[in-house]
């Protein structure tokens, strides 16, 4: 089975843009959580999505928003980037009942 | 309240063993989990364990969980070079679907 996959890997944008992410979770996993780390702050989950729902939110601001299609595919987005937004974005997936979270490569997003 | 804490580097020999501490402070926590993490990488699973366990092993991965003291870790035996990375606990609370909460990471250093 093909692990879960994060597109793209890097991007660099500036300040005030907005930005979208993208996750592909195992095949047959229906939920997808997303993680911030930063230096500063370690790792910081974002929120997660099960059957195209959002089930849980961590504490970050709205503009931080998510989605997942009926394929189970993720997307986040992030609108007036913010220098402090610099960070890898990580998205871990698991299958319905299942104790573990799989993670992808993460994407790289830099502010300037 | 939800706070995970690990000491930040350690440093062994080759073929020595390794022991990776972190405690916690919610009694609620289902599932205590090691995830390592490589330079640009994003976090690999090496183990879990279930609350109402006290130890779990798995090849050269040994896991103590003392639930009075809330404190868990991850023993390594004859480390490896391959085995240098940052290693994070990580629990999953009752009722929270799939957020984990993550420590600070360790990050294990192995000499020659």
């Known amino acids: 089975k093909a692990g879960v996959t994060q597109t793209p890997r890097y991007l660099i944008k500036t300040r005030g843009q907005q930005v979208t992410l993208s996750c592909s979770p195992i095949?047959?996993?229906?939920?997808v959580s997303w993680y911030q780390q930063t230096p500063g702050q370690g790792l910081q989950f974002l929120f997660e999505?099960?059957?195209?729902?959002?089930?849980n939110k961590g504490n970050f601001p709205g503009r931080f928003s998510g989605r997942q299609f009926s394929n189970s595919r993720s997307e986040m987005n992030v609108s007036t980037l913010e220098l402090g937004d610099s960070a890898l974005y990580l998205c871990?997936?698991?299958?319905?009942?299942?104790?573990?979270?799989?993670f992808g490569p993460g994407t790289r997003l830099l502010v300037l | 309240g939800e706070d995970v804490e690990q000491s930040l580097f350690l440093s062994v020999r080759e073929g020595d063993s390794s022991v990776i501490n972190c405690t916690y402070t919610?009694?609620?926590?289902?599932?205590l989990y090691w995830y390592k993490q490589e330079p640009g990488a994003g976090l690999q699973l090496l183990t879990y364990?279930?609350?109402?366990?006290d130890m779990k092993q798995d090849q050269r991965l040994t896991v103590l969980l003392n639930k009075k003291d809330k404190h868990l870790s991850l023993r390594i035996a004859d480390t490896q070079t391959g085995d240098s990375a940052i290693y994070f606990c990580?629990?999953?609370?009752?009722?929270?679907?799939?957020?984990?909460?993550f420590g600070t990471g360790t990050r294990l250093q192995v000499t020659l």
């Open positions: 871990a997936s698991s299958s319905a009942g299942d104790e573990t979270q799989y």
């Open positions: 095949s047959g996993h229906r939920s």
């Open positions: 999505y099960f059957s195209e729902t959002q089930r």
């Open positions: 919610d009694s609620s926590s289902t599932y």
């Open positions: 364990i279930f609350s109402n366990m």
């Open positions: 990580a629990e999953r609370h009752t009722g929270t679907a799939s957020k984990l909460t």
